[in-house]
């Protein structure tokens, strides 16, 4: 099956090359990178150098054969146009891929890596965003319940953002559960650098980040905050606030996520066991999701390079009346948290085993 992507020149779309050339059911078709235009994968993805398999358009290699992903040449959007394909992946910033979208055949298949159809709420995305509302997409997080058959049938699913991923894995099984009450939840995620994009910015040079951590868009700002409500409250399946205090940091690292959630108890009589029973039985059956045993926290480390999301909870009752759940996730911003999820929501769109081309199992050390 032959998928395209357009913005393969970013982290994500790197990410997403990377764990493509090695998937067994897609080929690569048309790549589109507007700033990179002419340039070849390899010069803007020096990890992807050695990536020979034979990638999309044959012919050009003359006698070797089709041309090699790193000599592969990024085209601009507009080629995706008259691209064969019968998925394409849209890694692209806020309020650009709807556009693309738009140019799209319907029987074309598109998974957004992007902001642009996660939000129901047109105030929420004006808040955040600003600029036209582009409606939203069946939310491309196969964990939550019944998620994955709207996938399944569904041309047009939006994939979370990295933050959100993380929050929402950590706190929708206790929320469906009416364990916790939504209405005072707290966040604090750590991210390395490469969620910020490749974009050159001061504030993400080596020299500003190296030995330093750092809180941004607090209160409430962040981007990814109604994202987290809005999953939240479907978890529930009952009305009743759902209020996010959202503090993102910048850490010293090229990838991961450290989400560290919590949230009062509905009831003092719970526990870390109920909690643990919880969460465990929500992902009792994930492929990626792991609960890890009772005492081990997760680490960044442990998921680098995979699309695996750890995950463990305790109950802390010296927290408020009935105390308070902390619940901390781990999670590859680049992997479960764009291009490895992104893949996982297209297997699912075109019939194939929903864990074909990723692991679960982290590079370490």
């Given at each position: ?301 442990a998921v680098a390079g995979s699309n695996g999301a750890h995950l463990q909870v305790a ?51």
């Amino acid at each position: 099956m032959r998928v395209a992507v357009a913005g393969a020149s970013g982290y994500a779309g790197g990410e997403l090359l990377r764990l493509l050339v090695a998937h067994p059911e897609f080929e690569l078709g048309v790549l589109t990178a507007d700033g990179s235009a002419g340039k070849t994968v390899g010069e803007v993805h020096q990890h992807l150098a050695g990536a020979t398999r034979a990638a999309g358009k044959a012919g050009t290699a003359g006698a070797a054969g089709a041309v090699g992903l790193a000599d592969r040449v990024f085209e601009p959007h507009s080629a995706l146009k008259e691209a064969d394909a019968e998925l394409v992946f849209l890694a692209l910033p806020s309020g650009q891929s709807a556009p693309v979208a738009a140019e799209l055949a319907d029987e074309v298949a598109i998974v957004d890596l992007g902001a642009d159809f996660r939000l129901a709420d047109s105030q929420a995305w004006d808040r955040h965003y600003g600029g036209i509302h582009a409606g939203r997409w069946v939310t491309g997080l196969p964990e939550l319940p019944g998620a994955r058959p709207l996938i399944k049938e569904s041309r047009r699913v939006a994939a979370p953002g990295c933050y959100s991923t993380a929050a929402i894995l950590a706190l929708a099984p206790l929320a469906a559960a009416g364990l916790i009450d939504t209405s005072d939840v707290v966040i604090v995620a750590a991210s390395g650098t490469s969620g910020a994009g490749r974009t050159l910015r001061i504030d993400l040079l080596g020299s500003e980040v190296m030995g330093s951590v750092s809180a941004y868009q607090v209160a409430g700002a962040h981007r990814h905050t109604p994202e987290i409500e809005q999953a939240l409250d479907e978890a529930r399946g009952k009305t009743g606030p759902v209020r996010v205090s959202f503090t993102p940091l910048l850490v010293p690292m090229p990838r991961g996520i450290l989400a560290t959630c919590t949230a009062p108890l509905a009831s003092a009589a719970t526990d870390t066991a109920a909690l643990r029973q919880a969460l465990a039985g929500f992902y009792e059956a994930e492929p990626f999701a792991c609960v890890l045993p009772e005492g081990r926290w997760p680490a960044t480390a442990a998921v680098a390079g995979s699309n695996g999301a750890h995950l463990q909870v305790a109950a802390d009752h010296r927290a408020g009346p009935a105390g308070r759940a902390v619940v901390v996730a781990a999670i590859d911003n680049l992997g479960k948290g764009a291009a490895g999820q992104a893949i996982q929501n297209a297997n699912l769109m075109l019939g194939l085993p929903e864990t074909a081309g990723l692991t679960s199992i982290g590079v370490a050390p």
